[in-house]
């Protein structure tokens, strides 16, 4: 009889975190959407290469005292004050430049490839930008948001962001 009891175990596990991981609204990134579009400054900080496609890149990398985490990803200090700030706040106030997640993409794993950060009052905002899902992540430092990027605001992103690359080392082909 030990075995239903497993059974139900792991069902109810699984509910619980299928909650858990419940895709967020667009209104849900509301408060992000506000305070970038209210924000003074706007910095950028450069992600370390892909975790599954530059292992060996990242391993070295990973070793640089000029690297911080970000939620769960690594990225390179210092930030990088946004040249384009007006433009980046802009798309990332849009709700428009979202879509609900539509979940896992067969691309290696999410990797953001950039976080743009802001502060309101005492809390610090991150977007986390990942090219090869198409995705953005909201994390104000307790639950990440995850979303689909619109595919305008993914060319969009792609032209404003490509200017603060600066450190991560080119792919062998």
């Given amino acids: 009889m030990k075995v239903p009891s497993i059974i139900l175990a792991v069902i109810v596990t699984f509910s619980a ?3 858990d991981q419940k895709s967020p609204t667009i209104e849900a990134s509301a408060i992000y959407r506000a305070t970038v579009a ?4 706007i910095v950028v900080f ?8 530059d292992r060996d890149l990242l391993a070295v990398e990973i ?5 911080q985490k970000i939620w769960e990803f690594p990225f390179y200090t210092p930030s990088i004050a946004a040249t384009n700030a007006d433009d980046l706040r802009q798309l ?3 709700s428009n430049s979202i879509v609900v997640y539509g979940g896992p993409k067969g691309c290696g794993g999410y990797h953001p490839d950039y976080c743009i950060s802001w502060q309101a009052e005492e ?5 986390l ?5 198409h995705e953005i ?5 307790k639950k990440p948001l995850i979303y689909d990027l619109d595919e305008e605001a993914y060319e969009r992103y792609k032209k404003l962001l490509a200017i603060y690359e600066a450190k991560r080392p080119k792919r062998k082909e």
């Avoid at 209210?38 to 400054?41: I, L, V, W």
């Avoid at 450069?46 to 496609?53: F, V």
């Avoid at 930008?129 to 899902?133: D, E, I, K, N, P």
Wanted: with cysteine; hydrophobic share 35%.
């Fill in 129 to 133: 930008v990942c090219f090869g899902c």
């Fill in 92 to 94: 990332l106030s849009s």
């Fill in 63 to 67: 070793q640089r005292k000029d690297t």
């Fill in 123 to 127: 809390i610090t905002y991150y977007a």
């Fill in 46 to 53: 450069e992600g370390l290469p892909h975790q599954m496609w």
């Fill in 38 to 41: 209210a924000a003074k400054s």
């Fill in 17 to 19: 975190n299928a909650e």
């Fill in 137 to 141: 992540v909201f994390y104000d430092g």
